[in-house]
């Protein structure tokens, strides 16, 4: 599927200060699956002004007890952190746990609903009922935004996996930043039985931008039926749009499903900014029914990518969706996760390598050597990536591999990388290039 993409990457002071929050050699800085971004403390609220509207608890398959429920906002003022107290009954009514949390998700405005979960790893005999009860929570000071959900797709896999996905559209002239989305599924009864924030999911949205989320759900028990309804809470603050900066990516990309089952599209992207990135992208599969049935999220490599350089890319995408795949009946986008991709002062060190080989078995190739650093100092981390291009000089294949052992100025480490190969490709008619970079 050849196509032309320009993305937008975002720019500002604002976004590093969330963006930023670690940072790693060879990539952007990376929120934790379902983290919420956490607004400044207000005054106290009052408890009364949010509502618990259903809690659920059972023992899971990992023999922990789970407790849910779902949060409600009455109050004419957005809240957070709002701290709650469980307390598990046994059959007879005697209290057998009892333990306060605070749930977080950068503010919840009026009107807005919330899940909320907690795993007690405590040895617990009987189990038959949960109570719980807002303690206290604050007053939380932003600009509700409000978006649309579209899109979304549940899966269960036949292992007892529920992945659900879909977009999230901002129809505003506003931007807005995407404090939390999270997922609950209920039983055929209506009870809660899971609820978890996105594994994967857009954290910015500029105005009438949309961008995808993923949530994968296990754990419960097997006689659990989790084939009834599901739902989407979105958590969601106005701001200002952000300086936009383009990056192109190639025309051609190769497509091919590997022999592990997961789809691939590989080609390269550009960086047409002034500026040096650390790039990373989120990836949305559509069937063709325009529901979202797969996201990933790729960090391009090298990183620091200096204006005008371009780099290769790999886009995966894996699992229950790959039966649409095989009918051919699927499409996909690329889109700049802003969240992790952040300008950057200095690109990485070119290396060279020595005693490059490499052989193939089958659809699998695997390409080894030294790369030597020759900087002047010592290198913590070593990034390999290996590309193969056909007759055409299109890229058909693409392996990489991080090094983090650390590098003496002077001396060598070995790499190996294994590339993962489109089937019907003749091995033997292609071309091979190795980038070697450090930091």
């Known amino acids: 599927m050849g196509k032309k993409h320009v993305i937008v990457l975002f720019i500002a002071i604002s976004v590093l200060a969330i963006s930023a929050i670690s940072c790693q050699l060879f990539s952007g800085s990376n929120q934790q699956d379902g983290d919420a971004i956490t607004s400044p403390k207000a005054v106290k609220g009052k408890p009364d002004d949010v509502e618990i509207v259903g809690t659920n608890v059972y023992r899971d398959f990992f023999s922990n007890w789970r407790v849910y429920g779902l949060l409600t906002n009455i109050a004419d003022y957005p809240v957070d952190d709002i701290e709650i107290e469980i307390e598990i009954m046994d059959t007879s009514g005697s209290s057998v746990h009892k333990e306060s949390f605070v749930v977080s998700m950068g503010g919840l405005a009026p009107g807005d609903t919330t899940p909320f979960s907690l795993i007690v790893r405590e040895e617990l005999t009987s189990v038959d009922q949960v109570t719980a009860n807002v303690e206290s929570l604050y007053k939380a000071e932003f600009e509700p935004a409000e978006v649309e959900i579209i899109g979304t797709y549940k899966n269960i896999s036949e292992d007892g996996i529920v992945q659900v996905t879909g977009e999230i559209n901002n129809p505003s002239d506003n931007a807005v930043i995407l404090k939390q989305i999270a997922t609950a599924i209920f039983s055929p ?11 994967i999911c857009v954290r910015y949205l500029a ?14 028990p097997n006689q659990i039926d989790t084939s009834g309804d599901f739902q989407i809470y979105v958590s969601a603050e106005t701001m200002t749009p952000l300086e936009t900066i383009e990056v192109s ?37 559509y069937d063709a029914n325009g529901n979202v049935i797969d996201v990933s999220s790729y960090n391009v490599l090298p990183a620091s990518l200096s204006p005008g350089e371009s780099a290769p890319y790999d886009i995966i995408f894996g699992g229950p969706q790959m039966e649409a795949v095989n009918k051919g009946s699927v499409t996909w986008k690329s889109q700049l996760d802003y969240f992790s991709s952040r300008p950057v002062d200095d690109a990485s060190f070119e290396l060279g390598t ?86």
Request: aromatic content about 10%; charged content about 20%.
């Open 354 to 439: 020595s005693g490059d080989s490499h052989e193939f078995s089958g659809a699998r190739g695997t390409f080894t050597g030294m790369v030597l650093n020759n900087t002047g100092e010592e290198l913590q981390v070593v990034l390999v990536v290996v590309g193969l291009r056909d007759k055409s000089g299109n890229l058909v294949g693409l392996g990489r591999e991080l090094l983090w052992d650390g590098v003496p100025d002077g001396e060598s480490i070995e790499y190996s990388v294994p590339i993962e190969l489109d089937p019907s490709l003749n091995t033997s008619a292609l071309e091979h290039f190795l980038i070697a970079r450090g930091r």
């Open 207 to 220: 105005p009438g931008e949309k961008g995808p989320f993923k949530v994968l759900m296990f754990g419960y």
């Open 249 to 285: 990516f190639s025309d051609y990309e190769h497509t091919f499903t590997d022999n592990y089952k997961l789809f691939h599209a590989i080609g390269e992207i550009q960086n047409n900014s002034e500026y040096i990135f650390d790039i990373h992208l989120l990836n949305t599969l």
């Open 189 to 199: 009864e209506g009870d809660i039985l899971f609820a978890r924030g996105c594994d």
